[in-house]
């Protein structure tokens, strides 16, 4: 009985795997409006009723996949409020997992922007919840660096607002970019040019 119910509950959970990786790209295609659940059901072999089942509203399917988004970046954005080594190091391992997320989750990136570009309708008051306060740990930082006389005085707000458009960008305007480059994907020493270009001009901000 036991196994059979771990089965039943390992098999839901690989279900809701795919519903929100469809999601993902269903909305991401089109947008929260233009998205559709019927769409998303029958490109994971499901009827509407049986997703709605999982998801009971496309609110609460967007707001699984926007979760999801925000618990990764959230993740990698830890970087800076949980280290102690020098700042240099830290502003730079925080870049390349800003990078790697744009890279690997291209498409969550861009539902992510999509949702804030619009005036975040569904998920402004988990942006003010969740991002604000660590926003805030992190900003604490850099005014520790600056008092230790380890980075020169600079604006950290500001400058994690760069470092955001900087890495960011290569996910939400990476269709500009391939344009510009004449070419159908971004490579990998796309990202590691990337990585390098902006890890100076950042280290270069804070240079005493």
Same mark, same amino acid.
């Given at each position: ?21 469809? =999601?993902? +790209? &269903?909305? %991401?295609?089109?947008?929260?409006? #233009? $998205?559709? /659940? ?69 498409? =969550?990136? +861009? &539902?992510? %922007?999509?949702?804030?570009?619009? #005036? $975040?309708? /569904? ?81 270069? $901000?804070?240079?005493?």
């Amino acid at each position: 009985m036991a196994s059979a119910k771990l089965r039943r509950e390992m098999n839901r959970d690989r279900l809701e795997a795919d519903v929100v990786a469809e =999601a993902v +790209r &269903v909305f %991401a295609a089109n947008g929260y409006e #233009g $998205a559709s /659940v019927a769409a998303i059901a029958e490109n994971v072999g499901l009827s509407k009723q049986n997703l709605m089942y999982y998801f009971p509203s496309k609110q609460a399917l967007y707001q699984r996949v926007l979760d999801d988004v925000l618990d990764e970046w959230l993740a990698r954005m830890a970087n800076i409020a949980e280290q102690d080594g020098e700042p240099a190091d830290v502003l730079r391992a925080y870049i390349r997992a800003k990078l790697a997320f744009s890279r690997e989750h291209p498409l =969550a990136s +861009r &539902v992510y %922007a999509m949702e804030v570009i619009s #005036g $975040a309708p /569904v998920y402004g008051e988990k942006i003010r919840e969740r991002v604000v306060p660590l926003v805030r740990k992190d900003i604490d930082v850099f005014k520790r660096w600056i008092a230790e006389g380890r980075i020169a005085p600079v604006n950290a707000t500001h400058l994690l607002f760069a470092i955001w458009a900087m890495t960011q960008s290569y996910a939400d305007f990476s269709t500009q970019m391939k344009l510009v480059l004449g070419r159908g994907e971004l490579a990998a020493q796309d990202f590691h040019e990337a990585e390098d270009t902006i890890t100076r001009m950042v280290l270069a $901000a804070i240079q005493r």
